[in-house]
Every structure is written in C-alpha cells, then in structure tokens.
C-alpha cells in the first residue's frame, strides 16, 4: 500500500503527526518537496522532535527516509537533525536516502532571501528566510545552481562556487548595497557538509523504484499545504515549490497512479503564517483563543500563526487538485470549550455565490464568506479513541466538515500525542 499525506490549508495542519503514526506501516517515507522551510512536530511520550527537512518518519527507526529530488537541501540543517536524532539514540546510519539531483540551499541564498525581502518593504511575502525562494530560482535558472552529486567532485565544487559568488556578489552589490561574500568560507563550509552528507547520496528515483518492484510500503510526505503551491496557491503569497500533492510525482519520480491513497491532513479551523489573504480570518479575540489554545505559533520562525475558522472552500479546492481520498482532521480538541463554531461553505464574490475557491490573490482580498452556525461542546476529547464516543456536537461538526468539502473524514485528531488519533477505519 503506498500512500501520500500532503496539507491542504496553509501548511502547519498536523502533517508530521499523521506521518508518523502511519510510518509504522511503511518501510520507506519520502519528502518530495519544501526544504527547511518546513517544520514538523512529532511528540513521543515525553520527547518532542522537531524537523525540518528529514522526513518525520525518521523517528520510527525501522523506516527508512528519502529526501527527494524536489526538495531543497540546506546541509548545515540537515547535519543538525541527524546529530540531534543520534543524541536521542536514533540513527540514520544505513537507511538514509538523500537524492543526488536535490539542489543545495548555501549560506547566499539565505541571505538573498532576507536582503530582497527586506526590500521589498510591506509587499514582503513573509518568508520564513530560509533561502528557499532562491534555491529554487537557481535550479529553474539552471547556470548558478548546485545539487548534492557536486558534494562528491569538491574540484569542481570550487569552480563552480568561484562562479556563483562572483555573479552572487554583482547582484547583492547593485540591487542591496550589501557586502560581498567571500567564496572560500562558502567553500569550507561545502567541505564539512560532502565529508558528512556524500555517503547518504544516491539515485533515489532507482531506489524508489526498486522498493515499489520489491512490494515495499512507501509513503510521501508533503511539506506546507496546497495553498502554498507555486502553481495552485496564493500566489504571489506562496513558497516556491509546488507544496500540493501535485509536487509528489515531479519531486521524487515515481507516478502518481502508483499511490492507493491520498490523504489530506487539515485543522479544524484554518491558520496562515506570513502575508497573503485569508478569507476566514478572526484578527480577533476568536483568533487569540483559537491561538492560545492550539499553540499556533510557527515551528521554524516561531511566529504567531493568524488564525481564523474552518473554511471548507479551501479544503474542497485542495482536494480536488489533489485528488484526495480522504481527510485527517487535527486539532479537534483546540476546539473544545467554545460556544458556537462556525465553518465557512461559499463565498460571495462581487455579488455571486460560489463555493470553487478563486486563487487569484486579488479576489480573495474581496470574498465574503458564508458561514454555516454550529453549537459547541465543552467536554475534554483528548482521551477518546472511539469515534463513537465524542460529544454529539463533535461528531455533528466532523458531519458538516465532510458535507462541505464532499470527502470523508477519516482520522481526527484529539491531542498532540502519537496516540491522540482516532481512526475511523
Ligand atoms: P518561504 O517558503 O520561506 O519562501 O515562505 C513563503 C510563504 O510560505 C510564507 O508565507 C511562509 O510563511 C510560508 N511557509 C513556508 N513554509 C511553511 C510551513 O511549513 N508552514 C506554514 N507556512 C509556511
């Protein structure tokens, strides 16, 4: 059974739990896309892992973990979670798996990253400076680009280093006015992460192919959400790979026909990091609770989260596109407690009713949304794993979840922990 879990809000729904949870069933978990942009949270009893970049599958240490092709690589991270796995006594020795065509995320993107979007003044997308944007500007532009196989000939490396820096340097001079940047501590710092990182590269695309001919389980993992797509999202308000679950086939070659099952992970309201329109956003004291209570803050910049309620418009674009089979819905349980919840069926837009969500960023600043009204529950569901068992007006929501988007709910979440998820099948 292969199966790919992607977002489908604004990213930050929770992916990383449900990963987890399912790699007990795979033997192999794949990140196809995003780079350390990302941040998972995957807590186990009393420990809490925090990653970025390696798929949150690592913490099952009998899964093996391949980062993909699409994904953008920044090595000084990526040593750092696998150093702190090992501290915790996990290691990644022998069953990691890094593409040697994913493009390298250096210290220049970085800082090209929050030079431009210091420039950019209050049109700034909200990046989260991790020089991902950049990154993924190289490998379209294709002549300033380095991938991991460069990590294994360091002459070369030094070449074409010598290259970029120098073109690197033209640019941050004449558009920032920022110093240059000195191409042999780029090049050091190159050095450390080959010697750590070069045994780890390989074609994943064959391995991949060969766990499949072998009837391995596989299971792809997406980073951010589909409203984060280059292609399908918010753009310009967006990341710069495509973050939906159309990014899975592009990002680690294997065909999309080859997954049983997509599942798409979503809260029980909606959050956003950065800028860009948020139709169902409460900037509000229902925002503040909704933040307090789900501890929305981000994972990697630790920014707080704007929050606002469930909106079924997004959910049922995101499934679409994404070809979803079914829905894991976290954060049931930041919800109790409060009075009456409201999720978002259509909106209005100039005048006409609409429930297909328009990506087109000026349009959302002007929808309106129409909410259906539900009543609250004030019990605690964070110890119930029987569906059957959670208040009436939790299954009724779930209910208006699945009536809304028109896909079934199969997984809700009641808490943080691996166990705080009730499956429905
Ligand atoms: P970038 O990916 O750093 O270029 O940021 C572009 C936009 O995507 C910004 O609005 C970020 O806040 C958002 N973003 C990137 N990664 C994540 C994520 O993992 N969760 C939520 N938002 C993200």
Same mark, same amino acid.
């Given at each position: 059974?292969?199966?790919?879990? =992607? ?46 970049? &390696? ?16 994904? =953008? ?18 290691? &990644? ?54 991938? &991991? ?22 640019? #941050? ?183 297909? #969500? ?55 979440? =009641? ?11």
């Amino acid at each position: 059974m292969n199966r790919c879990v =992607v977002g489908l809000q604004w990213g930050d729904e929770g992916k990383g739990k449900v990963v987890d949870i399912l790699a007990e069933q795979s033997d192999v978990v794949v990140r196809f896309a995003g780079g350390a942009n990302a941040g998972h949270t995957v807590v186990i009893g009393d420990k809490k892992f925090k990653l970025h970049l &390696m798929p949150s599958g690592a913490v099952r240490d009998d899964a093996c973990c391949v980062v993909g092709n699409g994904v =953008v690589m920044d090595p000084e991270i990526f040593i750092q979670e696998i150093e702190g796995l090992d501290k915790q006594g996990i290691s &990644m020795d022998s069953r990691l798996f890094i593409s040697e065509n994913a493009h390298v995320v250096l210290s220049y993107h970085k800082l090209e990253d929050s030079l431009r979007e210091a420039s950019l003044g209050k049109n700034k997308i909200g990046t989260t400076n991790r020089g991902i944007g950049p990154c993924y500007s190289d490998k379209i532009g294709r002549s300033y680009a380095i991938r &991991m196989a460069d990590f294994r000939d360091l002459a070369s490396l030094k070449d074409k280093l010598t290259k970029i820096v120098e073109y690197k340097n033209k640019i #941050f001079s004449a558009l920032y006015d920022a110093e240059p940047i000195d191409v042999d501590s780029v090049f050091e710092s190159c050095k450390v992460y080959a010697d750590k990182l070069v045994k780890y590269v390989t074609n994943t695309t064959k391995y991949l192919h060969e766990a499949i001919d072998d009837g391995k389980n596989l299971l792809f993992e997406g980073a951010q959400g589909a409203l984060l797509d280059l292609d399908h999202g918010t753009f310009p308000f967006v990341t710069s790979s495509n973050a939906s679950a159309l990014g899975m086939a592009p990002g680690c070659g294997v065909p999309s026909r080859l997954v049983d099952d997509f599942l798409g992970v979503i809260k029980a309201y909606t959050t956003r990091v950065g800028a860009g329109p948020f139709p169902s956003e409460q900037d509000n004291e229902i925002g503040q609770l909704i933040r307090d209570k789900g501890n929305e803050y981000g994972t990697t910049t630790g920014r707080p989260r704007r929050c606002g309620w469930f909106d079924g418009v997004v959910v049922k674009y995101s499934a679409k596109i994404g070809g979803i089979d079914q829905l894991a819905m976290m954060h049931l349980d930041t919800l109790s407690g409060m009075k009456e919840l409201k999720l978002c069926k259509s909106y209005i837009v100039d005048g006409v009713e609409t429930d297909f #969500f328009p990506s087109d960023a000026k349009t959302l600043e002007k929808v309106e949304c129409v909410y259906e009204t539900l009543p609250g529950w004030d019990e605690d569901i964070t110890a119930i794993s029987d569906y059957n068992d959670l208040p009436a007006n939790a299954k009724a929501y779930v209910d208006m979840v699945e009536k809304i988007t028109g896909v079934r709910v199969g997984v809700v979440g =009641v808490g943080p922990g691996r166990s705080q998820a009730i499956f429905r099948n």
